[in-house]
């Protein structure tokens, strides 16, 4: 065994002319738009965006959570399905759920005992993944209501949240001020891109929490999907899933996507299955290839792109089939697998990982992209 430890904005109004081109070339002009999707309990209005491509394809973000709802893309025959495991309603999200389609901040994965310290001051977290805090404590970011406003782009659709966090919220020190934009170009990338600031130096380190399913949400589980992720290591945990502080390779170990291989040949030799954190190849802050998945019985295929260290893969391994998802699907074990982009876990007590401290004048960038094709 191995440890691991409806308002449009659309591009077509005053060009009738370019909307008839495009109509002819079977595409639609690129829009975003918003509906009410429902309110919290303590009264909040939620808002529901959906994003359309000019080649149909679509994705619905809420502002609970800033969270990808749905995201719809076309197999090898053009047949659309839905790939990202969710919920029809706000109730069904606001019942709990293990962070589906999340922003997860304002420290995504986990930190040893929910403490570090900065400058000598040591800060006290939630230990909500006993012993340890996990994705932001208690009420992270994918719990807060996020301000949202679509935004214009050339080649797509896109629309921007917001999210004031303030100091002390969950125990972590300084006003953070975040931003997430999700652009659905007409490329068929699903792009997200962060910004933050803060007042007072504090740790971020935001991510992207779809759990996909290539062949459709609810339809099977992913371990026929084939993986090929850029790192040559990782970074091995103890049993609670808290880095060593090793950067171990993955070659002999299966961990090692480096050429592709289906999540589930030898996921029976994890422990648990699949969720670790992968040192990617690549050694500059430039979005570079990430990882690579394909399903072979719909041909599609996502790649994911990101300027982070670190890539998280996570194959679902609590999903129970206790909970009822989109259109009745229930979600058992390995139904969905995640990869997401950040820093190392634990990175605020391990200074020989890249660095997730944000100080007052400076800012937090990341982009992510997910490229949807067929083969
Ligand atoms: C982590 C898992 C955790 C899951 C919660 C993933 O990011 O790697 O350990 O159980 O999130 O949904």
């Known amino acids: 065994m191995f440890k691991q430890g409806v308002m449009v904005v659309a591009a077509c109004a005053s060009l009738l002319l370019g909307c008839a081109t495009v109509e002819a070339e079977d595409t639609v002009a690129p829009s975003a738009a918003v509906e009410a999707f429902g309110q919290t309990p303590e009264g909040q209005a939620v808002d529901l965006y959906t994003l359309t491509n000019s080649n149909g394809l679509r994705a619905r973000i809420m502002t609970y959570g800033a969270l990808l709802v749905s995201m719809e893309v076309p197999d090898r025959d053009g047949t659309l399905a839905d790939v990202v495991l969710g919920f029809d309603s706000l109730e069904d999200y606001l019942a709990g759920h293990p962070y589906f389609g999340a922003t997860v901040g304002r420290y995504a994965n986990r930190i040893a005992l929910g403490k570090f310290s900065i400058e000598g001051t040591e800060y006290t977290l939630a230990t909500n993944n006993a012993p340890n805090h996990l994705h932001g404590g208690n009420v992270g970011f994918d719990k807060r209501v996020w301000a949202a406003e679509i935004a214009e782009v050339e080649n797509g659709a896109a629309v921007t949240f917001s999210y004031t966090s303030p100091d002390?919220?969950?125990?972590?020190?300084?006003?953070?001020?975040?931003?997430?934009?999700?652009?659905?170009?007409?490329?068929?990338?699903?792009?997200?891109?962060?910004?933050?600031?803060?007042?007072?130096?504090?740790?971020?380190?935001?991510?992207?929490?779809?759990?996909f399913n290539l062949a459709g949400q609810g339809n099977g589980d992913i371990l026929s999907h084939v993986l090929t992720v850029e790192a040559d290591h990782y970074t091995p945990t103890d049993a609670t899933y808290i880095p060593t502080g090793e950067i171990a390779p993955v070659a002999n170990t299966p961990f090692d996507f480096t050429a592709p291989h289906t999540m589930g040949e030898r996921i029976g030799q994890v422990e648990g299955g699949y969720d670790l954190n992968y040192v990617l190849n690549s050694k500059d802050d430039a979005v570079a290839l990430a990882a690579k998945v394909y399903e072979p019985t719909t041909g599609r295929v996502m790649e994911v792109?990101?300027?982070?260290?670190?890539?998280?893969?996570?194959?679902?391994?609590?999903?129970?089939?206790?909970?009822?998802?989109?259109?009745?699907?229930?979600?058992?074990?390995?139904?969905?697998?995640?990869?997401?982009?950040?820093?190392?876990?634990?990175?605020p007590n391990r200074p020989n990982f890249p660095t997730s401290l944000l100080h007052p004048g400076e800012t937090y960038t990341q982009t992510t992209v997910h490229k949807f094709y067929t083969k």
């Open 168 to 211: 002390g919220e969950e125990g972590y020190p300084g006003t953070v001020t975040s931003q997430v934009t999700y652009t659905l170009t007409n490329d068929n990338e699903l792009k997200v891109g962060y910004k933050a600031t803060t007042d007072k130096a504090t740790h971020v380190n935001l991510t992207h929490h779809s759990y």
């Open 305 to 347: 792109w990101t300027d982070e260290p670190g890539l998280q893969f996570y194959t679902g391994n609590f999903l129970d089939g206790t909970l009822t998802g989109k259109a009745g699907k229930v979600y058992n074990k390995n139904f969905g697998f995640c990869l997401e982009a950040q820093r190392f876990p634990d990175t």
